[in-house]
């Protein structure tokens, strides 16, 4: 028998543990064990009982992910299930930590199921750009209504024992040894002389306004389909027999199997875990990091302080007045509050953060107890030299001095103090509380030691760590700027900011990138071009209209009025009257005639242009592998997840007609469309940015 089960017997009550360590993934080598000793069970004599339960953190994890996509191996999810339901014996299973996916859909399998308070199920297939393909969309609806069915699977998020139990998912919740648990469940089923109770001989539940629910779905999921076609699994276990319902959803989930998205989400999961996982930080040990100080109390001042705060750090905040250092304390407060109102920390946990952990102070000397402080004030290099040099004479040996700028010269701040080893940059997004991406910025002589340290904060505060090099705008500010400069060019040639967000938000993204400016604040825009022409790196077709917004003092969102006007609430967006005229007035100053653009060239060369950067970010260094690029860009930047990122997005359109259309552009801009070196040779050489990612 394969090794992953272990058979063993108590009684009339045959036991077969799960043993496939780390979170036991049902791969190949664990369906033919189960198998086995199903029939193991059978011909066993005496036996009137099977018990399923896991070894070490979880019942089943779910199918293998790393199967996916490679030809299928028997015996098949499916069959196993029906294998296990269509048993004489009595089946059992006893659930702990999570059972997701197929490993819910094998409980769902068993007659009966029991759990630990604190176990978790649920069918996140649609988060891999999948459904649940082994019965879970024929076999839950009938146990939980198709209402709390569709829910569940539509929305993949895991679900605690008590409210599975409520939903009738399990159907005893008992403390203890899962396996403890399931043998003395098993026999009190029994001793009552329960019957076997397969689900699939339930009667199917009522139906519901099926179309209406698809395409509710399918506009809430942004252009991902999977959830969507939950539903019309869900209707065939309504309105088929349980074998046809089977059948049909088994279809849908091939069809699944083969889509971009699919690849795109699964591209997604592994590179979201592998991200951390740098070769170089191997076997390097972080430093201790308890007490955290924090410079400059602003909006993103106060988001750094409240992440930490809420990952149960203590944090030292200094601002230069008193009344500055109230209004940091308010915004945290406000921040902290809703955090009690997202049941994230209780009202208690409020006000002891309030009272004990946070402390406000305008004099640097404070901080020389601090074992890493993050600096977060105005984007100047002159104000950072100067807060470093304090930094530099206050902060005890072994802290590490972390800055949290945007695109400045990390090498250049570290070089104004003693121990520039110490020195990195800690790029957070605002709000830093909320936002799941943290560039760890490393420079020159950055020690691996303190960038370790970086990634365990980073661990600490629940962020997505990506290693970046130091550059102007690191990973993300820097193919931001091209991006956005391909839409500002396609501006003066004759789209509308309003034509590009739609395209966009058709393409997937959260927010196109106008409705993104408002957002973000239409000033921190204009000050770096102020600074890029001061520098003399303006675009060779320099546009004013975004500055005449600012100089008429529209900020976006902020103001009221930015690209769009939000008069009517900040979820009403129009488009801002006064803008396009602003517009046409710089494309007749450039003496440009404008033509139309098709949704599909407004992608195809916002795309190209965020491909060819990451390339030359990839290429030259600053991130270490293309998926850095990609998570980078999904946690940060609203990229779709289910398109992966924009690099697994050109290995799935094909990086050579990418490089054509980025060739056929140079000819009108040659310095701003020059092709990457690293795009060239991948397509010289037929190979995918995929590839280096698995080079390690
Ligand atoms: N298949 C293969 N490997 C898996 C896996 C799976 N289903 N689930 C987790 N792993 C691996 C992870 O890649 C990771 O590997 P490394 O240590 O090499 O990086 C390791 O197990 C531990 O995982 P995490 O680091 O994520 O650990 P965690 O404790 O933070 O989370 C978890 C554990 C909640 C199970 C999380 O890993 C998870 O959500 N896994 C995916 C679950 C899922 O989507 N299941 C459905 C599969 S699809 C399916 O079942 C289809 C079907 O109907 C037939």
Not at 24 to 36: H, I, K, Y
Not at 321 to 327: D, I, L, P, V, W
Request: charged content about 25%; some cysteine; aromatic content about 6%.
């Amino acid at each position: 028998m394969s090794d992953k089960i272990a058979y063993s017997r108590q009684g009339d009550i045959a036991i077969l543990t799960v043993q496939n360590p780390p979170v036991n993934a049902l791969s190949q080598a664990v369906r033919q064990g189960l198998s086995e000793g199903m029939d193991r069970a059978e011909a066993d004599d005496g036996v009137r009982a099977v018990l399923i339960v896991g070894e070490g953190r979880a019942f089943f994890a779910g199918a293998d992910i790393t199967e996916f996509g490679k030809p299928p191996l028997e015996p098949h999810l499916p069959d196993l299930i029906n294998r296990i339901e269509a048993s004489p014996l009595l089946v059992v299973a006893s659930m702990h930590g999570v059972s997701l996916g197929g490993g819910l859909e094998v409980a769902l399998g068993c007659h009966y199921r029991i759990a630990v308070p604190s176990a978790k199920v649920g069918l996140p297939e649609v988060h891999l750009g999948l459904l649940p393909g082994a019965g879970g969309t024929q076999r839950l609806p009938r146990l939980t209504g198709v209402e709390a069915g569709l829910n569940v699977m539509t929305t993949g998020r895991h679900i605690g024992a008590q409210k599975a139990h409520e939903l009738g998912i399990i159907d005893v919740i008992e403390d203890g040894d899962p396996k403890q648990n399931g043998i003395a469940y098993a026999q009190r089923l029994l001793d009552e002389g329960a019957a076997r109770r397969p689900v699939s001989e339930m009667p199917p539940p009522a139906p519901i306004d099926w179309d209406a629910a698809f395409e509710a779905i399918l506009a809430k999921g942004r252009g991902q389909i999977a959830p969507a076609w939950c539903v019309r699994a869900v209707q065939a276990s309504v309105e088929k027999p349980f074998a046809e319902g089977l059948k049909a959803e088994r279809h849908i989930f091939y069809d699944l199997m083969q889509t971009d998205q699919r690849q795109g989400m699964i591209h997604a999961f592994f590179s979201e875990r592998a991200v951390g996982n740098l070769p170089e930080l191997k076997g390097i040990k972080p430093r201790g990091i308890q007490h955290i100080g924090v410079i400059g109390g602003g909006t993103m001042g106060a988001g750094i302080a409240t992440a930490a705060l809420l990952a149960g750090l203590e944090v030292t905040l200094l601002e230069m007045s008193a009344e500055a250092g109230q209004a940091a304390r308010d915004r945290i407060e406000r921040n902290l509050s809703g955090a009690v109102k997202r049941s994230k920390i209780t009202p208690n946990q409020h006000d002891q953060i309030l009272t004990h952990t946070l402390v406000v102070v305008t004099n640097y000397d404070k901080l020389s107890d601090v074992d890493l402080v993050i600096e977060a004030v105005f984007e100047d290099m002159d104000v950072k030299k100067k807060v470093f040099a304090e930094l530099d004479r206050v902060c005890k040996p072994g802290a590490i001095l972390a800055s949290n700028t945007s695109y400045l010269d990390i090498d250049k701040i570290a070089a104004t103090t003693s121990r520039p080893s110490d020195v990195l940059g800690l790029h957070f997004f605002s709000p830093a509380h909320v936002m799941k991406l943290l560039e760890i910025v490393v420079g020159d002589k950055t020690a691996p030691e303190v960038t370790a340290t970086g990634f365990a904060v980073g661990k600490m505060l629940g962020k997505i760590s990506v290693r970046a090099g130091v550059c102007d705008g690191f990973i993300g500010n820097r193919i931001l700027a091209s991006y956005r400069t391909a839409a500002d060019q396609m501006i003066l040639d004759g789209a509308s900011p309003y034509d590009i967000d739609e395209a966009l938000e058709d393409f997937g993204f959260a927010m196109g990138p106008f409705a993104v400016a408002d957002l973000a604040g239409l000033d921190i825009g204009w000050a770096v071009r102020k600074r890029k022409r001061a520098e003399g790196h303006a675009p060779k077709r320099d546009a004013t209209y975004a500055d005449k917004l600012c100089e008429d003092g529209h900020f976006g969102q902020k103001t009221g009025k930015g690209y769009y006007d939000y008069a009517g609430g900040l979820k009403t967006r129009v488009p801002n009257p006064d803008v396009l005229p602003m517009i046409e007035a710089d494309r007749a100053r450039l003496g440009i005639t404008p033509r139309s653009f098709t949704h599909e060239e407004i992608v195809r060369r916002y795309m190209a242009a965020m491909v060819n950067e990451s390339a030359k970010v990839v290429g030259e260094g600053i991130a270490r592998r293309p998926l850095d690029v990609d998570m980078t860009l999904l946690f940060g930047y609203g990229f779709p997840r289910y398109r992966g990122g924009p690099l697994k997005w050109a290995d799935i359109v094909g990086l050579e007609d990418l490089l054509k259309d980025i060739k056929s552009y140079a000819a009108e801009d040659p310095d701003f469309w020059a092709p990457a070196p690293l795009l060239e040779r991948l397509v010289a050489d037929n190979k995918t940015f995929d590839d280096l990612n698995k080079k390690g």
